[in-house]
């Protein structure tokens, strides 16, 4: 099992909708959890991080941890075309002096209008 | 705006020649995390700099090779460099080791 699997997508949802992006991890990235939105030749950009089991929400954003299911989600109200993206996910593990960050591939996500 | 900043934005070399990319981290932040990414994919761990030692190393042979300076900023080394190091060269800046980490605008690198 990879350590941070996302589906690659593209994922297309109409402007207005709730976008759902999911990614699984495994056992060793399961400290603290990340996602960052990149645009097309951008570096990724922090929109959440969640650390505790449950729900974590930051305006129109929802991230989601289920740690007995070792899944993450992030969920996108009110979808805008300007959120039309890459969303990576991205899981932190290891002990103090080799911690780091583990990324999936990525869900390319297109907003219709 | 992360007040990550990299150099240069983009560098073209030939294989077998070596390269040196910089990373200004943002301000107060003492750790520094590199990445590569290759087209399509994530960004793949290269090796972490916490207080001007390495702090963890990806799955990157030892011709990738770092510093970190006084004030914080860090360099990322290649030497004989290969096609496949062909990506974009990601530096996150973060308040430690564990925290949560920003982005700089990365360093597009094509090898010929």
């Known amino acids: 099992q990879k350590e941070v699997e996302q589906n690659s997508g593209p994922l297309s949802v109409p402007e207005g909708a709730i976008a759902s992006l999911n990614c699984t991890y495994s056992?060793?990235?399961?400290?603290?959890f990340f996602w960052y939105r990149q645009y097309s030749g951008k570096s990724p950009e922090l929109i959440m991080s969640i650390y505790s089991n449950g729900d974590k929400e930051d305006g129109r954003f929802t991230a989601q941890l289920n740690k007995a299911s070792q899944y993450v989600s992030l969920l996108i109200r009110d979808s805008q075309p300007s959120d039309s993206a890459t969303y990576l996910c991205a899981g932190g593990g290891g002990r103090a002096g080799s911690y780091q960050l583990t990324f999936g591939k990525g869900t390319k996500l297109s907003v219709i209008p | 705006e992360t007040g990550v900043t990299q150099s240069p934005t983009h560098l073209i070399k030939t294989r077998g020649q070596q390269v040196t990319l910089r990373c200004s981290s943002q301000s107060g932040h003492n750790t520094v995390s590199w990445y590569q990414q290759a087209l399509g994919q994530g960004p793949q761990f290269i090796f972490q700099y916490y207080r001007e030692e390495e702090n963890g190393r990806g799955n990157f042979p030892p011709r990738f090779s770092g510093l970190q300076f006084p004030n914080y900023s860090s360099e990322l080394n290649v030497n004989a460099l290969e096609l496949d190091d062909s990506a974009l060269y990601l530096c996150?800046?973060?308040?430690?080791?564990?925290?949560?980490?920003?982005f700089g605008p990365g360093t597009r690198l094509l090898v010929l």
């Open positions: 996150a800046s973060s308040l430690g080791e564990q925290e949560t980490q920003y």
């Open positions: 056992d060793r990235v399961s400290q603290s």
